[in-house]
């Protein structure tokens, strides 16, 4: 007769129990953005990223953003508000960090 090998047996654990995530409804989205992109070269003025803001299907606003700053217009304004890249860092600052 052959000797008999010993069974290699799993060490008993506690199985684990998947948790169950609480499914939140989803909501509507308020905000919708749309972008457009002009590339020339990175290193041209002109090169910029428009984006197109809009809450409830009314647009709110249009941002660009481009090598010299950006440049802000309100829903239905025909000037635009331009800000430095120093004066925008300075602004999210104060916004994030209360400096």
Known sequence: MAAKRPVARRATSKRR???????????????????????????KAGTSLNLEISAAGEKIGELEIGRGGLYWWGGHRQKRKRLSWTRFAELMDSLAYGK
Do not use: I, S
């Open 17 to 43: 129990v998947a948790k169950r995530r609480v499914v939140k409804p989803r909501l509507e989205r308020k905000h919708a953005v749309r972008g457009m992109m002009r590339v020339h070269e990175f290193t």
